[in-house]
């Protein structure tokens, strides 16, 4: 076989599923080492113009695929993540490499651990193949960033366009078929809004839901992160590895939603009643909760329409009220410092948070605390809500306006402690991605991730891949 014709097969595994390619891999079509160095070498020719990856693992993660091809070989294979290529979120330590968390300011010392997930993740064989651009200190939800530069949404090849923050790179690198998951962190949607505007599934994980050493924090009470993938079914393969001990034995079965019924027959869906979204949202966005809405009820859901027992007004004041604080704690000394090189909007965010009293920070977490109780008796009888993920598709990042966020929505899983899933919806007229999501109660991924599924059993939004820029 010559090497065009070779380069031409090998093409259309930049936008397989997870599942798909463990498939390849368990047949032979394709070994870990051959898929690893597809995939480096599209990092080589796309991130130049992309700007999704700061850094890439290319000598360790060939050695880590050459490990799985012998595994598979002995029959020992690890379960469906063994032999797939992961990037991580620059926020998350790897050994061995410098967590700059986006900042010019920490371009230090290489970390000496990895950080508890992504060991979980190495554990159940997959290879990480490199750690992704974020917005500064995870602080914004465009995907912006001045210093080290702003990754280019793939959806718009002509015109750059906002990626979505804070995990700007890690959905840019799934969405242009860098690599067929990666891993973000949720401070305030930043794993769903970046899936939102890049057309992808996006998980944000219950808070406290598995170890997060070694993953920066920016507002603790807060963080939480997440797989970025194609479909919920991948989401529930990297959801299954990072919250299961690999030494347990587990049969491959359990990973994805295989064993799981795909209707939704007896589950409750729950929207806001038309007109009762507190902020302008974009007609297509609307069209696409609306057919999104449908299919769940093809699937065997049924609809309900309750207004929320919070104002998310509210919410998004309280998070960002204490997402400043929490980052005038963190970076306040280098945020003072004018001479330090910091995005200007970063800073202005952090210098917010030093007229947040303790006694006023004490009281946002009562409020906080309230809220989720509110939250989880407001669920009782929901087995989930559905809403935007984002108000209106990625903007022109001429058009941005910094003083304001895209996570007027999603700010709400955050705030009262839960669980949430950003799935495509659509597109608008110009070709740009629409999205919706989908709230849970604390610790329900999997049947979020089950609803996802099902609805995108009926519909085609996670299979289209954008035409990039050259």
Known sequence: ????????????????????????????????????????KRIDQLNPTLNAFVTVFREQAIRDAQASDVRRRAGQTLGPLDG?????????????????????LQAGQACKETAALVRRLQAHGAIVIGKTHTVEFAFG????????????????????????????GSAVAVAAGLAPCAIGTDTGGSV?????????????MTAGRIDTSGVMPLAPVLDSVGPITHTADDAAIVYQALTSDPDSGSDASCYGLS?????????????VPDE?????????????????????EMAGARIVREPLPLSVASVV??????MAACGWHLHGNEALDAALPMDPFIRRRILAGRHVSESQFQDLLGTQREAALVWQRWMVDKDAFMLPSVPAVAPLLSEIDETASPGFFTRLANWTGTCALALPAGFDPGNMPVSVQLVGKPGDERR????????????????????LPS
């Open 192 to 204: 769903r809004i970046p899936a939102a505007f890049c057309s992808l599934t996006g998980l944000k």
């Open 141 to 168: 939800g465009w995907g912006t960033n001045t210093h080290k530069g702003t990754p280019r949404n793939p959806w718009d090849s002509h015109r750059a366009r906002a990626p979505g923050g804070s995990s700007s």
């Open 317 to 322: 004041e309280q998070t960002n009220l204490l």
């Open 276 to 296: 009762q979204y507190e902020i302008d949202v974009q007609r297509s966005v609307r069209l696409g909760l609306r057919d999104m809405l449908r299919m769940a």
């Open 448 to 467: 979020l991730l089950r609803i996802g599924a099902a609805i995108q059993s009926l519909t085609a939004w996670h299979a289209y891949s954008p035409t």
């Open 84 to 104: 797939i290529p992961i990037a991580i979120k620059d926020m998350i330590d790897v050994a061995g490499a410098v967590t700059t968390q986006g900042s010019a």
């Open 259 to 271: 064993d799981e019924s795909d209707g939704l027959d007896g589950m409750i869906l729950c929207a």
């Open 1 to 40: 076989m010559n090497r065009a014709t070779q380069a031409d097969i090998m093409e259309h595994y930049a936008f397989n599923t997870i599942a798909r390619l463990a498939g390849y891999l368990d047949t032979q079509s394709v070994t870990a080492e051959l898929l690893t160095t597809f995939f480096l």
